[in-house]
T-cell receptor, first 113, second 109 residues
Framework: ETGVTQTPRHLVMGMTNKKSLKCEQHLGHNAMYWYKQSAKKPLELMFVYSLEERVENNSVPSRFSPECPNSSHLFLHLHTLQPEDSALYLC????????????FGPGTRLLVL | RKEVEQDPGPFNVPEGATVAFNCTYS??????FFWYRQDCRKEPKLLMSVYSSGNEDGRFTAQLNRASQYISLLIRDSKLSDSATYLC??????????FGTGTRLLVSP
């Protein structure tokens, strides 16, 4: 299935590095999301974009910076991360921001050293 | 109190068994409800939506009880391929999905 793709699939970075995660959806959806999944914890919603406009920022630290240049692409820019930021970062998309189903990408597994 | 609570399991069942998972949610204004399935090291995938009248999809039956604020998932005739983590998901409005920690199911031969 290639509806929602994410790159890279795995990333190791130091605390002083700057990196970006990329998400692309091929479903014609208008809403995109970033989630964080840490071990033994439920998925946590980070950001919601609807028609390229950020509509939700779930008290995420500023070291995570999202960007949505168009409705098909979503980025998460990372800088000066902490080891506790190591997690699986999942992108999702949905047709709108009502009650439509969200479809997830395969995730980027991030390790911060 | 957690917004969505699930028994983490694991539930160990033999092939062919019937197994049921429950989930409770705290926000009475929640709009819609889902079960997602997540395989090890993979992304969550929608298993089924949950409707007030209850709904069935093959071996899977989902029920919603709004008065008691709980959701259930019943799996009949378990297969080895059903082994996964089952996530209870509640939409509290404006596309804010709140996920439970998941219930792990292990089906053995």
């Amino acid at each position: 299935e290639t509806g929602v793709t994410q790159t890279p699939r795995h990333l190791v970075m130091g605390m002083t590095n700057k990196k970006s995660l990329k998400c692309e959806q091929h479903l014609g959806h208008n809403a995109m999301y970033w989630y964080k999944q840490s071990a033994k914890k439920p998925l946590e919603l980070m950001f919601v974009y609807s028609l390229e406009e950020r509509v939700e920022n779930n008290s995420v630290p500023s070291r995570f910076s999202p960007e949505c240049p168009n409705s098909s692409h979503l980025f998460l820019h990372l800088h000066t991360l902490q080891p506790e930021d190591s997690a699986l970062y999942l992108c999702a998309s949905s047709l709108g921001t009502g009650e439509e189903t969200q479809y997830f990408g395969p995730g980027t597994r991030l390790l911060v050293l | 109190r957690k917004e969505v609570e699930q028994d983490p399991g694991p539930f160990n069942v033999p092939e062919g068994a019937t197994v049921a998972f429950n989930c409770t949610y705290s926000n009475s204004a929640s709009q819609s409800f889902f079960w997602y399935r997540q395989d090890c090291r993979k992304e969550p995938k929608l298993l089924m939506s949950v409707y007030s009248s209850g709904n069935e999809d093959g071996r899977f039956t989902a029920q919603l009880n709004r008065a008691s604020q709980y959701i259930s998932l019943l799996i009949r005739d378990s297969k080895l391929s059903d082994s996964a983590t089952y996530l209870c998901v509640v939409n509290t409005g404006f596309q804010k999905l709140v996920f439970g920690t998941g219930t792990r199911l292990l089906v053995s031969p």
